[in-house]
């Protein structure tokens, strides 16, 4: 299985911040990489498709990149709505594994 | 929009099987090749438990795949879930998605329903 790691695990922020998290997976992926935001109770939402691509209805503030096996997603400048945890998935090859997940939430 | 929504019994006893159903709504699963199942224990990350498709071929886990099975029903318009010898350690959300679609993710989401294996 391809191994999915996430730095860091937890970050508190403050409204307005700039946030990075980082997705690194332990073999070559190419742009297999997807993003997904978790609130409790809702459903996960998917934020960044193939690396880069913004899905539809995401606001712009959220961005991703990278390929082979070093990945990031940032969110530029980070609103109430963003404090969430985030998990990045493969999806190269099966069982298309997730990172551990990044929580990101008020300082 | 498309929408998903788990159902089942909320408690499983130990070694019982689980059942769950996700229902799809305004698509219909014969329009996107691959349905999947998707997990997260309690205080855990995700993990992804399978894959179907309408034609009824299907992708597991390796790490589950002796207790599980996967189905689809176009008349319902639904898809569905079986693990079997269930434990402690299958106590979770279970989430249903669409995909993975061609763009190779998994969108949109069902909110999950809570499987306790509990006697």
């Known amino acids: 299985d391809i191994q999915m790691t996430q730095s860091p695990s937890s970050l508190s922020a403050s409204v307005g911040d700039r946030v990075t998290i980082t997705c690194r997976a332990s073999q070559s992926i190419t742009t297999y990489l997807n993003w997904y935001q978790l609130k409790p109770g809702k459903a996960p939402k998917l934020l960044i498709y193939g690396a880069s691509s913004l899905q539809t209805g995401v606001p712009s503030r959220f961005s991703g990149g990278g390929s082979g096996t070093d990945f990031t997603l940032t969110i530029s400048s980070l609103q109430p709505d963003d404090f969430a945890t985030y998990y990045c998935q493969e999806s190269y090859r099966i069982p298309f594994t997730f990172g551990p997940g990044t929580k990101v939430d008020i300082k | 929009q498309v929408q998903l929504q788990e159902s089942g019994p909320g408690v499983v006893m130990p070694s019982g099987t689980l059942s769950l159903t996700c229902a799809v709504s305004s698509d219909s699963v014969s329009s996107n090749p691959w349905w999947s199942w998707v997990r997260q224990s309690p205080g855990k990350g995700l993990e992804w438990i399978g894959e179907?498709?309408?034609?009824?071929?299907?992708n597991y886990n390796p790490s589950l795949k002796s207790r599980v099975t996967m189905s689809v029903d176009k008349s319902k318009n639904q898809f569905s879930l079986i693990l079997t010898s269930v434990t402690a350690a299958d106590t979770a959300v279970y989430f249903c998605?669409?995909?993975?679609?061609?763009?190779?993710?998994?969108?949109?989401w069902g909110q999950g329903t809570l499987v306790t294996v509990s006697s």
């Open positions: 179907v498709s309408h034609s009824g071929a299907s």
């Open positions: 998605a669409r995909g993975p679609t061609s763009l190779n993710c998994l969108d949109p």
